[in-house]
């Protein structure tokens, strides 16, 4: 069955540094997205982007966050100057295109990178 | 917020069938009602949606009430392997839409 993979598992970096997290989504799915979860705490939204455009972000997703599909198959986050508070995991989902309006096709995630901010 | 509300936790024996209940009374006319479940802090694994008639699949079964405003997800035969947080989400229509997680029930099946 095709999944999300998420690279890498785990990364560690220091305080300030830029970071970029990958994620290949499923083959034929045209809809991305990036969550994260802080240690003990809900699965939050950060951002959703659709032909090469963010359709929707968050409140957390600011100036310091950004994301890429550089080539057909990499959708990448990047988070310019790391902060201790954005140590969590961050989890990629992809999902394909309803047949109708409103039909939902549901979204399906990766395995999530751990992020940790020393 | 999450638009639902669930029990924070449930037990079930194993081989039994595990019944999750999520109440949804604000959800509107085309927002669908999502299960997903996380197995050990692993990503979401989507389970089952439905909008207003009753759903199976080969992991679950989906009942919604006639006026929609809860839903109940059923484990036929619950396995050890099914202990996981288990979150109720409704979402409006497309693909663009974000996925709201609240805390979810933690389902422990018991030996």
């Known amino acids: 069955e095709p999944e999300v993979t998420q690279t890498p598992s785990h990364q560690v970096t220091q305080m300030g540094q830029e970071v970029i997290l990958r994620c290949v989504p499923i083959?034929?799915?045209?809809?991305f997205y990036w969550y994260r979860q802080i240690l003990g705490q809900k699965v939050e939204f950060l951002v959703s982007f659709y032909n090469n455009e963010i359709s929707e972000k968050s409140e957390i997703f600011d100036d310091q966050f950004s994301v890429e599909r550089p080539d057909g198959s990499n959708f990448t986050l990047k988070i310019r100057s790391t902060k201790l508070e954005d140590s969590a995991m961050y989890f990629c989902?992809?999902?394909?295109?309803?047949?109708?309006?409103?039909?939902?096709?549901?979204?399906?995630f990766g395995d999530g990178t751990r992020l940790s901010i020393l | 917020d999450a638009k639902t509300t669930q029990p924070p936790s449930m037990d079930c024996a194993e081989g039994r069938a595990a019944n999750l209940p999520c109440n949804h009374s604000t959800i509107s006319g085309n927002e669908y009602v999502y299960w997903y479940r996380q197995i050990h802090s692993q990503g979401p694994q989507y389970i089952i949606h439905g909008l207003k008639n009753n759903e199976t699949n080969e992991m679950a079964s989906l009942i919604i009430t006639e006026d929609r405003k809860s839903s109940t997800l059923i484990l036929p035969h619950a396995t050890l392997r099914d202990t996981a947080v288990y979150y109720c989400i409704v979402s409006y229509s497309s693909n663009t839409g974000k996925l709201i997680f609240g805390q979810g029930t933690t389902l422990q099946v018991k030996p």
């Open positions: 989902a992809s999902s394909s295109p309803g047949q109708i309006e409103y039909s939902n096709q549901p979204q399906h």
């Open positions: 083959s034929n799915h045209l809809y």
